[in-house]
């Protein structure tokens, strides 16, 4: 007999692991409320293109079959998460946002991340909406709709990571898988107030998910606690023969970690650069950290400006030698603003990128000398708060810019040499906006015990949404 349902939406993956455990409420429960939830609140959030029901039932049973039989479901018991549909799912095609990849046939095999979370114990809800192809920093599709905003439904959800930002944040899973190349886990986590980890490059395996820019692709979970973000990482981590980049590194938890504080930890503020085009919002989130955390002390990230403007560069000639031949035969069933920024990328000169991957390589040598004095660093997330879906501009030290590629401006510098980031929700009204706590390669450890330290303190937040 199923046991009834007393885990809200809003409930983290951690209270729902140990509920099902506990025998509070069954895994099967959880789905079912999930799946209904759905149905209603989709029809305005849009975050979902696919919703594997049947499989999250079956999923479900089998977690509450193995408790009755006295074993281990796993950490992640019963909780539920849904990936962006750049990740393959068995019996789904792996759509990237697109028009063009609807005629792939279903993917036969989960991505490597979709089955190590099931081997967790949560249960896939589903595949979620995406900036085409991963160029994106909006949330808006051309083709399926935008995602919307839980906290205001007129507003962005950020991208390319749209749907994952919307679903957990609207109380549609607890945990969404997400990319990040840019800012794409960072960007949907300051518009929608929630916690997102980009770990460092390498650390998770991408096998069986699209790719877009191969050298700065990453992987990693958004969710409404630090701690579930700590226990979806760690059930993620280790080796992946499958991904060529994935290192060969074993798996080091972070979860027990947590409540060690921060303590003894050497914390410093971007300075110069991560200031600039920072509209009220974003500097005052930055302050309320800073002044938690006690922290006085700025850093200035050298060249962080040419970093942004090297990385656009090798962004655009890496996505354009992938998507050329697409680009050659079906044109016109691409978003055109992302059709136009791939096709400028292929007409860049090769000497553009020779320089951007030398200045890459210097730049990298000079931020990570300043982890020789700090641990982490901490900056804003994003320069605003989530814009209004449609609006193409926004005020960058008084002068009106582009919208689109000026959402990344303080998460691509860093991106751009795979450095662990945690964003962290800070809950301003009207609206939410995160920082970055950035770390040394490896170093997740480190930004995350931060992460829970401002949690713990009730500085960082997920706010629920007024639906």
Partial sequence: MTVPHTVTPWATASETAAAVKSGKVTATAVAEAALARIASVDKTLNAFTAVTAERAIAKAKAVDAAIA???DPGALAGATFAVKNLFDVAGLPTLAGSKINRDLPPSSHDATLVARMEAA?????????MGEYAYD????????????NPHDITRMTGGSSGGSGGAVAGGLAAIALGSDTNGSIRVPSSFCGLFGLKPTYGRLSRARTFPFVSSFDHLGPLARSVEDLALSYDAMQGPDSDDPACAQRAAEPVAASLS????????????????KGAHPEAIEAVTRVASALGVAREVIIPEAARARAAGFIITTTEGASLHLDRIRRRAADFDPDVRDRLISGAMLPVSFTVKAQKFRRWYRDQVLALFKDVDAIIAPATPTPAP????????????????????????QPISFIGLPV?????????????????????????????????????????????L
């Fill in 69 to 71: 039989k006295g074993q």
């Fill in 422 to 466: 945690v964003a962290v929700p800070i809950p301003l009204q009207p609206l939410p906006i995160a920082v970055q706590i950035i770390a040394a390669p490896w170093r997740e450890d480190i930004a995350l015990r931060i992460a829970r330290t401002l949690e713990a303190h009730g500085v960082a937040a997920a706010p629920r949404p007024p």
């Fill in 388 to 411: 209004l879906i449609g609006q193409k501009t926004l005020q960058l030290d008084g002068v009106e810019m582009p919208l689109r590629p000026n959402i990344g401006i303080f998460t």
């Fill in 121 to 129: 114990g949560a249960v896939l809800l589903g595949a979620l909406n």
């Fill in 260 to 275: 060690q504080g921060c303590e003894g930890l050497r914390i410093a503020v971007a300075g110069d650069y991560f200031k």
């Fill in 137 to 148: 920093f909006t949330g808006e599709n051309a083709h399926d709709g935008p995602s919307r």
